[in-house]
């Protein structure tokens, strides 16, 4: 009997696996105390929408159980911004994207203390529809696509952190320092999203944020129908 497509498939992951074994390759989530460490993280879930999408995608990523113990806690701020792109010729957006920060803090539940921080940026894109409901639900989509990618991303930095625990890197203010509330450091400037870095100018729709890092679903460039 001739071996399955399947059958040459699994044995040619098996060799890989072997050979990465025998040059001395661990695989992250295979050191030891990673998985564990992961599971004991409790989230502390933003308000709104998107919060709530991270929270749910974070305690799945991370292996959270219901009424597990915990170790550490995890705190986010976010900042989402949508912005117009694909201009017609009638001056109206046909797709935006959705820029997503999130700024994590770890914290040791017992001692109180700060053990590791980051910040993470996703974006994610969507048409626009003639349909006004049909806008919508692709908004919400992109919303959603956005925080479960933040989500894997927040995951993975936690995990490179508990296989090779360091402290926390300190941020250097260089010109007008502003003081964060929520990191209790100071920062050189603003968090700005993906487009604003790209672009050197501030977004035209994050002006109307109440805070800097608030989620305000500001809106950038012309809107949709």
Excluded: W
């Excluded at 390759?25 to 992961?38: C, D, E, H, K, R």
């Excluded at 976010?78 to 792109?85: I, S």
């Excluded at 944020?209 to 809107?223: C, E, I, M």
Aim: proline share 8%; aromatic share 6%.
């Amino acid at each position: 009997m001739k071996p399955s497509h399947r059958h040459l498939q699994f044995g040619a992951a098996a060799v890989g696996l072997l050979g990465l074994g025998g040059c001395g390759f661990t695989p992250l989530y295979a050191v030891s105390g990673v998985t564990p460490q992961l599971a004991s993280v409790d989230v502390s879930r933003p308000s709104g929408r998107t919060g709530y999408l991270i929270g749910q995608f974070l305690d799945s990523e991370l292996g959270r159980a219901a009424g597990g113990e915990a170790r550490y806690r995890l705190d986010l701020q976010l900042r989402e911004v949508r912005v117009a792109r694909g201009i017609n010729v009638n001056n109206v957006a046909t797709q935006y994207e959705v820029d997503l920060i999130a700024i994590y803090q770890l914290a040791d539940i017992q001692t109180r203390k700060q053990v590791t921080k980051g910040v993470v940026s996703v974006n994610a894109t969507y048409d626009t529809a003639t349909q006004p409901y049909a806008s919508v639900a692709d908004e919400l989509d992109a919303e959603s696509r956005a925080a479960e990618t933040a989500a894997q991303r927040i995951r993975l930095e936690l995990a490179t952190y508990f296989a090779s625990p360091r402290p926390a890197a300190t941020v250097v203010p260089t010109q007008g320092p502003t003081t964060s509330p929520f990191l209790g450091v100071e920062t050189a400037e603003p968090m700005q999203s993906p487009r604003e870095r790209a672009g050197g100018a501030a977004d035209p729709g994050a002006g109307d944020l109440p805070d800097p890092y608030g989620v305000g679903g500001a809106t950038a460039g012309p809107a949709s129908p």
